[in-house]
């Protein structure tokens, strides 16, 4: 990408009163960083204004209520896996669209977009935009993807993603000019938009020039031939899947529009990440972001991210790090000059119990599917006393709902089922039929069976194995015995796919804090991720080749209701769709949540500068650091 040994080191317009509509008359006068300063002497580079667009995003800071940053300096994070690296795409949250710190949708990567009824979507590029080797960034990116990649039986035998089909039918997709791409579709897609500004977004452009060198419609037969022996893959279409990761962000070679680029090959304990010298924001100083020349990711044993941060050798971490590390953290702080910061957490519930609809037993299936049950063990959890235990009281006690940040929040839904009611969870067991116990005390199934509930955890957050000790004490009152079991991430999820799993734990809805444009299909069995419903969710996403179809009549009702979201043509209508699935939700307890809001520890070294004191921190949406914009941070020195 460059020549020297540096590259080794290495919508409609919404009115958003941060970011600046850059013209002719308005860009500032612009300044060469530091880092690249030699590589332009050198002629390897171009001078900053032939590297950003016509247009760039122009960001007024002062109108953010943030600082104006020097450019410079190495800043230091850590992950737990090497394929963790992707979180520098997360966090770098360069998208065609993004959220702003309202969660309101605005152009980003686009110069405009233009929406006709969520049916008709224009997307308009910034005049000059390039990737990060310096090749235009236009609708030949966008072609090549939809034409040869996602149409690409080879490339993709699913065919293009599912939130492109509407209706079982594809848009289409048209390339105006060399900035300008329509996506029209027969009936509304509300989806589209938001779907762009995910944490893991859906690519819907690729880098083609770099690619085409891989693909058997543009590239030299005998070269391309060569390049497939070379890396010991089967075909060109391999090849070219392996080197086609934007997301993943571990192959250094392909051109990137993130605001810092891979400069590391190969598997690494510490991996480099260097400014984009063709990154499309500036100041209003004329400053080009991101601000930090170089972010140093190092890879960490899990257990060892919150000792490394006491030792005061992050710059910026909030992964890896729980509630339980905030005391050790806070001890830290002067020593390892550092502050911790507490902030609010955007799952719609730190700790939930899944009850598996689909498990593979048939006695403990129907017991499973008895709400009565369900309601039960969610009334038997002393949620006061765990907040007390695991979180000082900072956290919320109550149901899986969305948070208060949320349009759609209804104290009556947060607080549904959710109060300590020993006596009436043990009148709903006994109305439900178990009403039998062994000589210990120990409920019986229909068949005789102890009511021994087994929950299977990742084992990765002591918080959820401190919280199922205390609901173990809780349930013994009704009966029921609750066994734990520990297991790895992976090897957990496969279980509860496959419908080994009783019940298990995790995380609520990552997205607590829906908005209008929010499509609510995570709240229907259309996924196996969500682990009460694994089987129902595989048959919606294989179209019925795989898993069960839901046979329960509020699970048929959530799908009937996100469908009508789909093709719902106004905002009243789509929120009429949300309340009612989220008061099915409540009254059915598909899970079982025990409390939200946990403060999630973030710490930020004392010359860091920008990273906001209060904030979410959100997977969905805001791609946790993202919605931030650590562009924007800085360092005082």
Do not use: C
């Amino acid at each position: 990408m460059f020549k020297t040994t540096r590259n080794l080191f290495l919508a409609t317009s919404l009115a958003v009163t941060w970011m600046l509509p850059a013209t002719a008359g308005n860009i500032p006068d612009l300044q060469e960083s530091a880092f690249w300063k030699s590589e332009v002497e050198n002629g390897n580079l171009p001078p900053v204004q032939d590297r950003i667009p016509q247009e760039p995003l122009i960001v007024d800071l002062s109108a953010k209520g943030r600082e104006f940053g020097t450019p410079g300096g190495t800043l230091r994070t850590m992950v737990t896996r090497s394929k963790d690296i992707r979180q520098m795409v997360v966090y770098g949250y360069a998208r065609l669209v993004g959220f702003d710190e309202n969660y309101k949708i605005v152009p980003d990567l686009l110069e405009s977009y233009e929406n006709e009824g969520n049916r008709k979507f224009t997307l308009h590029l910034r005049d000059g935009h390039k990737w990060s080797d310096g090749t235009p960034f236009s609708s030949e990116d966008f072609r090549y993807w939809w034409e040869d990649v996602a149409n690409n039986e080879l490339l993709s035998p699913s065919g293009p993603p599912d939130f492109l089909i509407v209706e079982d039918k594809l848009p289409t997709v048209s390339f105006p000019d060399e900035t300008t791409i329509v996506y029209e579709w027969e009936d509304p897609n509300p989806d589209f938009l938001q779907s762009l500004a995910q944490a893991r977004p859906p690519f819907i452009y690729r880098p083609a020039e770099f690619l085409k060198q891989y693909h058997e419609k543009f590239a030299d037969p005998d070269k391309l031939a060569f390049e497939v022996d070379d890396a010991r893959v089967k075909s060109w279409a391999a090849l070219h899947n392996k080197l086609d990761n934007l997301y993943k962000f571990d192959n250094h070679q392909l051109p990137t529009l993130q605001p810092w680029l891979n400069a590391s090959s190969g598997k690494k304990i510490r991996h480099n990440f260097v400014r984009n010298p063709y990154y499309h924001r500036v100041d209003t100083n004329g400053v080009q972001l991101p601000y930090i020349d170089v972010v140093e990711m190092e890879i960490v044993a899990p257990g060892l991210v919150a000792a490394k941060t006491n030792a005061g050798e992050s710059d910026l971490q909030g992964r890896g790090l729980a509630f339980r590390d905030a005391s050790i953290l806070k001890k830290g702080e002067e020593q390892g000059n550092y502050k911790t910061l507490l902030w609010k957490t955007g799952v719609a519930s730190q700790i939930a119990i899944y009850p598996n609809l689909n498990f593979a037993d048939d006695g403990w299936r129907e017991v499973l599917r008895d709400v009565r049950v369900r309601r039960a063990l969610s009334l038997a959890i002393d949620r006061k006393t765990i907040n007390q235990a695991l979180y000082f009281k900072l956290a919320h006690p109550g149901a899986m709902s969305v948070l208060p940040a949320s349009p759609f929040y209804d104290e009556e839904n947060a607080q549904a089922w959710a109060q300590y009611d020993i006596d009436q969870a043990n009148a709903l067991l006994d109305e439900a039929g178990l009403d039998q116990r062994d000589g210990n005390g120990i409920r019986l199934l229909p068949d005789g069976r102890p009511m021994e509930l087994v929950i299977e955890t990742a084992g990765e957050r002591q918080e959820v194995e401190n919280a199922l000790q205390i609901v173990t004490d809780n349930w013994r009152d009704i009966g029921v015995k609750l066994v734990m079991r520990p297991l790895d991430r992976d090897i957990l999820r496969n279980r509860v796919f496959s419908g080994n799993t009783m019940a298990s734990v995790w995380f609520g809805w990552d997205d607590g804090i829906p908005q209008a444009h929010t499509s609510p299909a995570y709240l229907a069995p259309t996924d196996q991720v969500f682990l009460a419903w694994p089987k129902w969710g595989q048959y919606y996403q294989t179209g019925g080749e795989a898993g069960e179809p839901p046979d329960m009549p509020d699970a048929e009702r959530l799908m009937a209701l996100a469908h009508d979201w789909e093709v719902a043509t106004t905002d009243e209508e789509r929120e009429a769709v949300w309340s009612e699935m989220l008061k099915i939700h409540a009254n059915q307890l598909y899970a079982i949540g025990i409390l939200n809001g946990a403060p999630q520890p973030i710490v930020v070294s004392n010359r860091l500068r920008n990273v906001p004191e209060k904030a979410m921190w959100a997977w969905e949406p805001g791609a946790h650091f993202g919605i931030h914009r650590p562009d924007e941070f800085f360092f005082a020195d």
